[in-house]
């Protein structure tokens, strides 16, 4: 009997899952990729013996990676419980050094990273954040003991949000206003709807704890001050699972999930830029039949998942003729995430350097105009905040011996404001890696400096094809959130799918692995796949992969 086809387009973190589903599903899938490796938004960049992963670099909820390193060909296990009770129980959860399960284990190694953050104030004092509840009564306890009292309440208002909104509704698909009206009701008794910084400000009266516990939706595109307050459970995710890395990089984990794609029978293309999705009317249907590449290249399958930026596939791949509901003024409307200026940096290491960590946020001296700045007004301001990344703290391999590798991520508007970054490019690397060195975060850095690079919005808009450069998709906002959100089946092709960061339910690592699961699973209802199939293997907890590995 022959298999379906399906044509996965983009092989970023989202579209490798979802293809990994999609062979384990029953269908013969092809990953088509414009660049010359894998990884989309987690591409690698490798120079002079230092490997720098260019995106994502933060992972939690380690059994969603450990899920699709357990599928197999024809075993989809879409409809094992998505959240069972002892992965996140309290006793359960995997405490040593090796924060993969069993399978994922075979292909790679994810160690837990603690802090999970070294969040630094522009007074040089700061906070180390983790899931210790010890640790963090006494951080507050340290900078703002008037707000010990708040944490505590804010902590029970989170963990509610986490059970709802995660917990429950982490893979409810909002494909239609009834499906999203039915739980509003819940959202509003949480206060889930109303602004994250306004539910933070609530709890704590202390500016420094109020950017601590509303700082993590940057990590996701989101506004501090506009993304609905359900946002609040990237605390409680965190706190339950923690935060990870993959040894070798965030490209090590793409690479090894390439393997497994591999292994199930999948197909993946590089240098295959796609040109147009290929449509054919059939009566009143519009159906998506294929792709054609940019070098005349034409690849036909039954249906299409689309990884590529939202606004992108619907203005650039499909022709305005064939969209109804995804009509330019309706894509083009919709708020984009900001962007990102990141510098990526090897230096020598040397005795007596300050105990920055793996993963340091450094805020600057405003934090609620800056945002303004950066998502509303679109203008470069003086003053900066930034994410700067030193793995080779954990992982030496990524640079030669004796050095650093590192890079640093700064906020700035998408390329919709005013800003020529071929102008101001250079100079603002320059400020921002001489504010490391004199601010002593990394001291001598000028003088110890072996290779430097950054990428600025216009990377994001030319190379990665995303709409005005965001760097995350379309903004999380109330107003583009579940239903409101892009949908993960296009309303105008049949046959044409999305996933990744800007569809449902949003961006993240972790919630575009859930992205996949929700695309994969519509395709599966949409063609009628076997149940057993379908059903798959039982759910096998952390526990029971420990268990499995000492078997071994």
Request: aromatic share 12%; charged share 25%; proline share 5%.
């Amino acid at each position: 009997m022959t298999r379906p086809t399906a044509i996965v387009i983009g092989s970023g973190i989202g579209g490798i899952a979802c293809a990994i589903r999609l062979q384990s599903l029953g269908f013969d899938t092809r990953i088509v990729e414009q660049l010359d490796d894998v990884g989309g938004r987690a591409y690698v960049r490798r120079a002079e013996g230092f490997t720098f992963d260019m995106g994502p670099t933060v992972l939690t909820v380690p059994h969603f990676i450990e899920e699709l390193f357990s599928l197999e060909r024809d075993v989809a296990m879409l409809t094992a419980p998505d959240f069972p009770a002892d992965v996140f129980a309290d006793g359960q959860r995997i405490r040593s050094g090796i924060s993969g399960g069993f399978n994922t284990s075979r292909y790679l190694d994810i160690v837990p990273i603690l802090p999970f953050y070294r969040i630094y104030f522009d007074d040089s004092t700061f906070f180390d954040y983790d899931a210790d509840p010890v640790n963090v009564r006494a951080q507050i306890a340290r900078l703002a003991p008037e707000d010990l009292d708040g944490y505590d309440r804010f902590h029970e208002a989170a963990r509610a949000i986490f059970q709802r909104g995660f917990l429950e509704l982490g893979y409810t698909y909002f494909g239609s206003l009834g499906s999203m009206l039915a739980v509003v009701p819940d959202l509003l008794k949480l206060g889930a709807v109303r602004p994250l910084f306004s539910l933070i400000s609530k709890y704590f009266k202390n500016d420094k704890m109020r950017q601590v516990f509303s700082f993590e939706p940057l990590l996701i595109g989101g506004n501090p001050l506009k993304v609905p307050a359900i946002y609040a459970m990237i605390h409680f995710v965190e706190k339950t699972w923690g935060v990870h890395y993959a040894m070798g990089g965030t490209g090590a984990l793409v690479k090894a999930l390439v393997a497994k794609f591999e292994e199930l029978g999948g197909t993946v293309q590089l240098n295959a830029e796609v040109a147009r999705i290929d449509v054919e009317k059939r009566g009143r249907q519009r159906v998506a039949t294929g792709v054609s590449l940019a070098s005349g290249e034409t690849l036909a399958a039954d249906l299409i998942v689309s990884n590529a930026d939202y606004a992108t596939t619907y203005l650039r791949l499909i022709d305005k003729a064939h969209r109804r509901i995804n009509r330019d003024a309706v894509v083009k409307f919709r708020k984009q995430s900001m962007s990102l200026m990141v510098i990526y940096f090897g230096y020598e290491k040397r005795d007596g350097d300050p105990d920055v960590r793996h993963h340091n946020i450094i805020l600057g001296p405003r934090y609620e105009e800056l945002l303004t700045d950066i998502f509303e007004r679109k203008v470069l301001a003086e003053d900066f905040s930034q994410y700067l990344h030193i793995p080779t703290l954990t992982d030496p391999s990524l640079a030669p011996p004796g050095h650093h590798a590192a890079y640093t991520l700064i906020p700035v508007p998408n390329t919709l404001g005013d800003i020529d970054w071929d102008a101001v490019g250079e100079g603002f690397a320059d400020k921002v890696l001489n504010f490391l060195d004199d601010r002593g975060y990394i001291p001598g850095l000028r003088e110890r400096l072996v290779y430097r690079s950054f990428v600025t919005p216009d990377y994001f808009a030319q190379t990665l094809g995303a709409y005005a450069g965001n760097g995350f998709g379309v903004e999380p906002r109330l107003t583009q959130t579940a239903f409101f959100r892009p949908h993960n089946r296009s309303e105008d092709l049949t046959n044409l799918y999305l996933v990744g960061q800007g569809t449902q339910p949003g961006g993240g690592t972790p919630s575009v692995m859930m992205s996949a699961k929700m695309t994969a699973r519509e395709i599966a209802r949409d063609y009628a796949v076997d149940p057993r199939i379908v059903a798959g293997m039982g759910y096998l907890s952390p526990m029971d992969f420990e268990r499995q590995a000492h078997v071994a």
